[in-house]
T-cell receptor, first 110, second 112 residues
């Protein structure tokens, strides 16, 4: 049973064209995260929600935004993707202990 | 400022050749340390949580240990299916306790 589901698995978008990635969870966890992972690098935390409270990392570009309309869903919006935003985007959930990840969305900006 | 450093970056083993992966961290008063396995093109899969120095956890051929400054993931008699990238993450204490900071991983390749 899938617990953290990300859609789409693969996304190709044009330079500057807005794109939205989605994440849903069936775990009823109160915390949801978005990570960016570039090839052979550590996952980098972009932001997280503790319930409805939004927490932005200091070095997350303004180009990246997020929405969490309810407990189950979270979205990552990239307003004007650049070539450097090509990466795997990982959604995760947690209830104060370990985090559980989705399968990721591989985003390619062309 | 790197909080988590993993070594080696890559490790090649023969099937059955035991070894250890290292994760060192600079966070004080660690709330938790986590090990994940990541297969190519997929999200990290949770393996272990360690909370205090001296703690050990085991699962099949894997054993994770924790000291005050580092953690080891010991792999005993590995098989080709153990090939993956192993990630370590730490959870700092206090107001940031919900955050996880990852190392860049050790890419393990087990040859038959």
């Amino acid at each position: 049973d899938a617990m953290v589901i990300q859609n789409p698995r693969y996304q190709v978008t044009q330079f500057g064209k807005p794109v939205t990635l989605s994440c849903s969870q069936t775990l009823n966890h109160n915390v949801m995260y978005w990570y960016q992972q570039k090839s052979s690098q550590a996952p980098k935390l972009l932001f997280h929600y503790y319930d409805k409270d939004f927490n932005n990392e200091a070095d997350t570009p303004d180009n990246f935004q997020s929405r969490r309309p309810n407990t189950s869903f979270c979205f990552l919006d990239i307003r004007s993707p650049g070539l450097g935003d090509t990466a795997m985007y990982l959604c995760a959930t947690s209830r104060d202990t370990e985090a559980f990840f989705g399968q990721g969305t591989r985003l390619t900006v062309v | 400022e790197d909080q988590v450093t993993q070594s080696p970056e890559a490790l090649r083993l023969q099937e059955g050749e035991s070894s250890s992966l290292n994760c060192s961290y600079t966070v004080s008063g660690l709330r938790g340390l986590f090990w994940y396995r990541q297969d190519p093109g997929k999200g990290p899969e949770f393996l272990f949580t360690l909370y205090s120095a001296g703690e050990e956890k085991e699962k099949e051929r894997l054993k994770a240990t924790l000291t005050k400054k580092e953690s080891f993931l010991h792999i005993t008699a590995p098989k080709p299916e153990d090939s993956a990238t192993y990630l370590c993450a730490v959870q700092p204490p206090g107001g940031n306790f919900n955050k996880f900071y990852f190392g860049s991983g050790t890419k393990l390749n087990v040859k038959p």
